[in-house]
């Protein structure tokens, strides 16, 4: 497995948030994370991705341990993510914020190139790539923050709910890129709240409620149990 968590405790201050948590991601996969607001996704993918400390478990990228990796040493092994809200410079261009993605120096000297493929994934971006981000639509800022992240040129792009505040045709479209972030060799980790969506582009998907895994499995077979269709898709 690229990416493999075992029995993670994750929290703020004296409260844990995230209980004996386990999961995998191989390479080339999209593995979802559904689950209700206050479930702990975003407290587990921060961990993952480095801006928290676990507080107890495993967490090994391509065999290494991360936990003994400082948080600004996740990207140079290979981790970049896609932050709940964007999180982008605002006044700052699109470039701009861009170019902050291939801050490492392997990432830097493939600049040029790493720009031609995310303007050939979003060509928009290209049209405003001298217009200051905050400028432009919700949708269009999303793509930017999935560019930034591809800048770094990563093995696992980790997605903290992208289709938050965007409308339904947006929505649509952001999968669709999910998708092709795959298929340019890219595994995918995705914590998302429209379930249908979520599982529509995963291999697999783990339901986390309360801080815990409750269930995993292969997406149809998840749709198929009555607790995560009443509880998810209300029927």
Known sequence: MLLEARHLHVGYGDATAVWDVSLAVDAGEIVSVIGPNGAGKTTLINAIAGLLRCRRGELRFDGVDMTAVRPHGYCSHGIALVPEGRRLFSKMSV???????????????????????????FPILRDKRRQPAGELSGGQQQMVAIARALMA?????????????????????????????????????????????ALEVADRAY???????????????LLKQPHIREAYLGV
């Not at 470039?95 to 994934?121: F, P």
């Not at 339901?207 to 077979?221: F, K």
Request: charged share 30%.
């Open 95 to 121: 470039e701009e914020n861009l170019e902050l993605g291939c801050y490492l120096r392997a990432a830097r000297a493939q600049r040029e190139r790493s720009l031609e493929r995310v303007y050939t994934l």
């Open 153 to 197: 040129r990563p093995r696992i792009v980790l997605f903290d709910e992208p289709s938050l505040g965007l409308a339904p045709t947006v929505v649509d479209a952001m999968f669709e890129v999910i998708g092709r972030v795959r298929g340019e060799g890219a595994a995918v980790l995705l914590v998302e709240q429209n379930v249908l969506k």
């Open 207 to 221: 339901v986390l409620e309360q801080g815990r895994i409750v269930s995993e499995g292969a997406p149809g077979d």
